[in-house]
């Protein structure tokens, strides 16, 4: 990797295995969460998450590569996590826990899709600057309704 068009490329396909993966655990998380409302709020963002995924497969056609994930160690850690949450919490702690969890994967996609479409601006690629925009602005949407449950129920 030696181009920013690479390192654009490959990030691209992080993402890609990262939403997957996200789109995988998220029932699991659903089905563990007790509050009706974060419940609600997991199943929201996991229809947005299939609909993400749809939206990265037009991302990769504006650069002509078959869509395919790589590896992104940072999300399976994340999603390990929720995971052990999801073993070990019980009671107000299980919710507050799994939100918790849910609100780092969002930073980390927030932080993937910021660099993601200011590169795709850099190489000229205004059609994948706008569709990683509109990505980045539901994962900031979602961070910020998992911020307002933590501190209006969740956490009380
Ligand atoms: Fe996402
Ligand atoms: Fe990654
Ligand atoms: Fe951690
Ligand atoms: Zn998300």
């Not at 199943?43 to 991302?59: A, D, M, P, R």
């Not at 160690?73 to 999603?79: E, S």
């Not at 995971?83 to 993937?112: N, P, S, T």
């Not at 910021?114 to 994962?139: F, M, P, T, Y």
């Amino acid at each position: 990797m030696k181009t920013l068009a690479e390192l654009f490329e490959h990030t691209l396909k992080d993402v890609y295995y990262a939403e997957n993966a996200i789109a995988k655990a998220l029932p699991k998380v659903s089905a563990a969460a007790k509050n009706p409302e974060l419940k609600k709020a997991v199943n929201h963002h996991l229809e947005e998450t299939k609909g993400q995924i749809e939206t990265l497969k037009k991302v990769f056609k504006t650069i002509d590569v078959r869509p395919e994930g790589v590896k992104c160690d940072a999300a399976d850690g994340l999603l390990k996590e929720a995971a052990g949450v999801m073993e070990e919490g019980e009671g107000v702690a299980l919710d507050a826990g799994l939100l918790a969890a849910c609100q780092a994967v969002e930073h980390y996609e927030i932080a993937r899709y910021g660099s993601l479409r200011e590169w795709a601006k850099v190489l000229g690629n205004e059609q994948a600057h706008i569709l990683l925009s509109e990505i980045l602005d539901q994962e900031k949407a979602a961070n910020s309704k998992l911020t307002n449950l933590a501190v209006t129920a969740i956490n009380k």
